[in-house]
Nanobody, 117 residues
Framework: QVHLVESGGGLVQPGGSLRLSCAAS????????MGWYRQAAGKQRELVAI???????NYADSVKGRFTISRDNAKNTVDLQMNSLKPEDTAVYYC???????????WGQGTLVTVSS
C-alpha cells in the first residue's frame, strides 16, 4: 500500500509563489506515475501536472509556464513549484500515484491553496 502526504499549501497573494511537496512511503515499487491534481469548490478534480510512466511531464494548459513539477527519487518525493499564482488557482491540491496493474490509485489527503489579496 502506498501512502502519500502533502505539505506546503497556504494563503498567497496573486502573483506570489508556493511550493507543494508530496512524500510517498510504503509499497513505492508499485508506483508507475506520480503527479498533482486539484479540485476547486464546485468543480471536478483536474490534472495539474504529472510525471508519466515514461518519465515525461504533462501539464494542464492553464498552468504551463507557471508551474513546474519535479521529483527526487532518492527521497520518494514529488514537488510542485507554483509561480505567478492567480485567484483561479485556488483549490485543494492532491498528490496522486498511479500503480501497476489493477491496483487503485493512491491519493494524499489534500492541501489547500488559496490565492487572494
Amino acid at each position: 500500500q502506498v501512502h502519500l502526504v502533502e505539505s506546503g499549501g497556504g494563503l498567497v497573494q496573486p502573483g506570489g509563489s508556493l511550493r507543494l511537496s508530496c512524500a510517498a512511503s510504503g509499497s513505492i515499487f508499485s508506483i508507475i506515475a506520480m503527479g498533482w491534481y486539484r479540485q476547486a469548490a464546485g468543480k471536478q478534480r483536474e490534472l495539474v501536472a504529472i510525471f508519466t510512466s515514461g518519465g515525461r511531464t504533462n501539464y494542464a494548459d492553464s498552468v504551463k509556464g507557471r508551474f513546474t513539477i519535479s521529483r527526487d527519487n532518492a527521497k520518494n518525493t514529488v514537488d510542485l513549484q507554483m509561480n505567478s499564482l492567480k485567484p483561479e488557482d485556488t483549490a485543494v491540491y492532491y498528490c496522486n500515484a498511479d500503480q501497476i496493474g489493477t491496483l487503485p490509485d493512491a491519493w494524499g489527503q489534500g492541501t489547500l491553496v488559496t490565492v487572494s489579496s
